[in-house]
């Protein structure tokens, strides 16, 4: 069942949340400092709606999984032109400055969400009643969630705990040293992991083990690898979890939530959106632009043909590797043998993201380039495997566990094991992540935090293109009291 839409009014104030403010999404209501907090709060319904709201910017995070492809050397910006959207064509160019549409919406999006955790914990004690802990549980893994994306696009960032953020807060408010923002990022997950079951009662509800995985991932990025392994392998161990048999299966509509969906954003096409607000979408709107241009034939619909993959990343694939033709729709092959034709888009590959194209009887009532259900796998059990079969690579006397779970990824995927160690075993687990998780957003992440990025991803200048930056209109409202990341 997919989590349900709870309206919630709402004012949101300029500087990290303006671009919120002028379509119909669901907004928590932001209130002036001096309102009386007693006119919500005041039963556990309030909660539960505010938490509501709070979930509903995860659906907003299409863009950063769609960009974490597009920087990577796995995919091109593609769509109709070298002036369509020009914001996700100089990210691909790595030429990006601060003036940057799709940055500014990143930040924007996820300090919306932020904002809406921080909501519920600023006024976590006006009422009790049974399970809230897990009500506030769940609102600090989505505060972690949406923190977590902006260490990892942003590096430093200012951080606000347990109260929102309001207008006239951006002069007082520093950008905090990543360090402390992961810290508080880990007290969190901690509070999540100890306090929510190991099954919710809706599908999409945070659990003990999407929290487990996370903090791993959080400790992984910051090369804390006893940390991860520790943590990963209470994933592992859960018997929550599988890798699902049919590999076809998992990015099908009647794939989602299964037993690989550790963490799962859930998407509707029950509200339209258009493309002045974009992010007033309860659909998968990264699914239409990464489509077929003008398809007519089976299976699939028409898109914009933005985030192609490139023959590099095709041909990464070992022969027998049963994921290819998921991953990847080998577009020519397929309209010869379907009778389909299509229009070849701006730098055409070829190919097409599989996982995230619209498909046809996908339920979707409204637009299809808009509205897709298409959940997003947010971190799936193969992934865990891989994290936690690289950070035992990285721990003396880890291998034999870290092959174990490398080549259980690899059994499904009906390749042959491997048997490596140290150096040749990481760049095993490398090359990996890079076919199984292929067009997910991992991989431009996965290169940079493992120093790989600028001899993988051409334009890339280290340590500038470690992160993007920060949104120049952002630090205009800060009045100018944020420094801009070096480089830009």
Same mark, same amino acid.
């Given at each position: 069942?997919?989590?349900? *839409? ?12 303006? =671009? ?13 400092? /001096? ?18 709201? $709070? ?26 032109? &070298? ?53 506030? &549980? ?24 347990? *109260? ?28 999540? @992991? ?30 804390? !690898? ?17 890798? =699902? ?24 096409? *029950?509200?339209?959106?258009? !493309? ?31 985030? =192609? ?38 730098? #055409? ?38 994290? @936690?079969?690289? $950070? ?24 042959? /094991? ?9 760049? $095993?687990?490398? #090359? ?20 790989? &990025? ?10 500038? #293109? ?19 990341? $070096?480089?830009?």
């Amino acid at each position: 069942m997919k989590m349900r *839409k709870h309206k919630i009014y709402s004012v949101l104030f300029s500087m990290l949340l303006l =671009v919120l403010s002028s379509c119909n999404d669901d907004f928590v209501d932001v209130a002036s400092q /001096d309102e009386n907090s007693d006119e919500f709060f005041n039963s556990e319904q309030d909660y539960q709606d505010a938490l509501v709201g $709070a979930y509903d910017l995860l659906q907003a995070t299409y863009l950063n999984v769609m960009l974490g492809e597009i920087a990577s050397d796995n995919t091109l910006a593609g769509g109709e032109s &070298a002036t369509d959207v020009p914001g996700i064509q100089e990210i691909d160019d790595m030429i990006h400055t601060p003036v940057n549409a799709q940055l500014r919406d990143i930040w924007s999006w996820m300090y919306a969400g932020i904002n809406r955790a921080n909501f519920i914990m600023e006024f976590q004690n006006n009422t009790e009643f049974t399970g809230k802990e897990q009500v506030l &549980a769940q609102a600090r893994f989505l505060r972690a969630y949406y923190y977590f994306e902006l260490v990892k696009w942003f590096g430093d960032v200012p951080l606000q705990i347990d *109260k929102r953020i309001q207008f006239g807060d951006q002069f007082t408010i520093d950008r905090t040293p990543k360090a402390k923002v992961y810290e508080q990022i880990e007290m969190d997950l901690q509070y999540a @992991a100890d306090n929510l079951p190991l099954i919710q009662f809706e599908s999409g509800r945070i659990t003990k083990g999407a929290a487990q995985a996370l903090l791993g991932k959080v400790y992984l990025f910051q090369n804390k !690898f006893d940390l991860a392994a520790t943590e990963l392998d209470k994933v592992i161990n859960s018997s929550t979890y599988d890798l =699902v048999t049919d590999y076809n299966s998992i990015f099908e509509q009647d794939g989602e939530n299964n037993i690989e969906s550790v963490f799962e954003v859930q998407y509707t096409d *029950k509200e339209g959106a258009g !493309f002045g607000c974009l992010q007033c979408s309860e659909g998968n709107v990264a699914v239409g632009f990464n489509g077929i241009r003008n398809y007519s034939g089976p299976l699939f619909e028409s898109g914009f043909s933005f985030n =192609v993959p490139t023959p590099e990343v095709f041909a990464e694939f070992e022969t027998g590797d049963i994921r290819k033709d998921v991953a990847i729709l080998e577009i020519e092959t397929w309209a010869s043998v379907n009778n389909a034709t299509y229009v070849e888009g701006y730098e #055409h590959t070829g190919f097409y993201n599989r996982k995230y194209i619209s498909r046809q009887g996908d339920l979707n009532t409204g637009d299809a380039n808009l509205t897709n259900p298409n959940n997003y796998r947010a971190i799936r059990f193969a992934d865990v495997l891989l994290m @936690a079969a690289e $950070a035992y690579n990285q721990i003396p006397g880890g291998d034999e566990t870290s092959k174990i779970y490398l080549n259980r990824v690899r059994t499904r995927a009906q390749l042959a /094991d491997v048997d490596l160690s140290g150096t040749a075993l990481k760049e $095993a687990i490398y #090359h990996e992540r890079r076919v199984e998780l292929v067009g997910e957003g991992h991989h431009f992440f996965d290169l940079v935090r493992t120093n790989r &990025a600028e001899a993988e991803i051409d334009g890339f200048e280290k340590p500038k #293109h470690d992160v993007f930056p920060i949104p120049s209109i952002e630090i205009d409202l800060a009045g100018n009291r944020w420094t801009q990341n $070096a480089g830009y």
